[in-house]
């Protein structure tokens, strides 16, 4: 399944791109091969395995697009009102009779629409004159006509390999009568902590602990991708301890995910844990925050599989960044998904802020009405990695590009919404 090489990228020296990351994200990792059958009430947030191709028109036939009177447009008095007799009515769910010429038809939404009709007026834009109805002067030929086709057409590409499956996906599936799908297996991803300071929310937590945070953020994300996760708990800053765990965690996961312990200090040990038992791929990102974020490859012993391992910084703010910029893009490789495109929205910044050149930066903020229709971003006043808040009280991040280094109020930048993010 994977394909890392033996090279290692910004291990010292300059930060490794974020543009050269997300190359190496689609050069080394291949995806996995298991497909399986799903129901289609179980398809959401699935990958499609193949391609998949409409296999009949829809809608399946011309159908009335409001409720009203169906006509041939070739009856009408050009440039005046016309009077025509009714025909009966037409029901959605009903087949028609063909349409009598000089005659107005009934219809309902979602009817289908009499042979020799093509177009239809909206009953509010008509009057009734005995048992005749009066239809005005102007509308255009094929008006509230919702023609066979017109939503896709039979033998098009409803669903491409790869793609990942939202609701409006599935209900168009569902208007094609599908009952299941062929998707990717869901990745199964292993998740641990480190680090001698946290504990877990209901244990003891002494003086000098906090709770652990980030491992439900990071369980949360991976679920909400629509993985199976196996949560390992909090791993001690210890290297035999962590050899031993993630080691371990190789075998029967695609991806082993640890929070913490990538950076430089002394108690940071992952990176010498990792190299131990696999080989890292590349250690230092072009990110803030988030610059201590590691990729690399661990094989499970007595086997030819291999998975991936991702480390994450420990600051909650950079496990946010660091996911959704790094890892969301790695579990798409994984699991055969389409490459996310997010573009960037334009606002208007109502902050101040300086940066470095060649980093690329994610700055939290929340969005307001502003002066002449124009969206404006709201910097979170406490911007530290560790702010949980800033996570829980902004609407998304404005990415700020390498070779950004002012931004002054009032200029145009790029937001990304926390949806758009993990969608």
């Known amino acids: 399944m994977v394909q890392l090489t033996d090279d290692c990228f910004a291990f010292s020296g300059p930060l490794l791109p974020v543009v050269d990351m997300e190359r190496l994200i689609q050069e080394r990792i291949t995806t996995v091969t298991e497909v399986e059958e799903v129901a289609l009430d179980d398809a959401l947030g699935r990958i499609v395995a193949t391609e998949v191709i409409a296999t009949e028109n829809l809608p399946p036939f011309d159908n009335a697009a409001v ?3 169906a006509v041939r447009h070739a009856d009408l008095v050009p440039g005046a009102e016309s009077r025509f007799g009714i025909a009966g009515r037409v029901m959605a769910g009903h087949a028609p009779h063909p349409l009598v010429p000089g005659v107005a038809v009934r219809i309902f939404t979602g009817a289908p629409m009499p042979e020799g009709a093509d177009t239809v007026f ?52 569902a208007g094609q009568g599908l009952t299941g799908l062929s998707v990717r297996r869901q990745l199964r991803v292993a998740l641990f902590s480190t680090g001698d300071e946290v504990v877990d929310p209901g244990a003891r937590r002494p003086s000098a602990a906090i709770y652990d945070a980030n491992r439900h953020l990071v369980r949360g994300l991976l679920k909400k991708f629509g993985a199976i996760v196996t949560d390992l708990g909090i791993l001690r800053d210890d290297v035999e301890v962590l050899k031993t765990a993630i080691a371990a965690a190789a075998a029967g996961h695609d991806l082993v995910i640890t929070t913490g312990g990538v950076s430089t200090g002394d108690a940071d040990h992952v990176r010498t844990a990792i190299e131990n038992i696999g080989r890292l791929v590349f250690w230092r990102v072009a990110i803030k925050p988030g610059r201590p974020v590691a990729l690399g490859v661990l094989p499970a012993a007595g086997s030819d599989h291999a998975a991936v391992f991702a480390g994450l910084p420990g600051n909650p703010g950079a496990v946010y960044v660091t996911f959704v910029r790094v890892v969301w893009p790695l579990l798409l490789r994984l699991a055969g998904g389409l490459p996310r495109q997010s573009v960037p929205l334009p606002v208007r910044s109502t902050f101040p802020y300086r940066k470095r050149k060649g980093r690329r930066e994610y700055v939290r903020v929340s969005l307001r009405p502003g002066d002449h229709g124009v969206v404006e971003a709201v910097k979170y006043p406490q911007d530290g990695a560790g702010v949980i808040t800033s ?12 070779d950004v280094t002012v931004v002054a109020p009032g200029a145009i930048v790029g937001f990304l919404s926390h949806a758009v993010l993990t969608e």
């Open 67 to 69: 409720d009203g009177f």
């Open 122 to 173: 909206m009953q509010e834009d008509c009057r009734l004159d005995g048992d005749a109805v009066v239809l005005p002067a102007g509308l255009q030929a094929g008006a509230n006509r919702r023609l066979a086709g017109e939503d896709l057409r039979r033998g098009a590409v409803m669903f491409p390999a790869g793609r990942k499956l939202n609701p409006a996906d599935v209900a168009l599936a």
């Open 391 to 402: 996570l829980t009280e902004t609407d998304g991040l404005v990415e700020l590009g390498e």
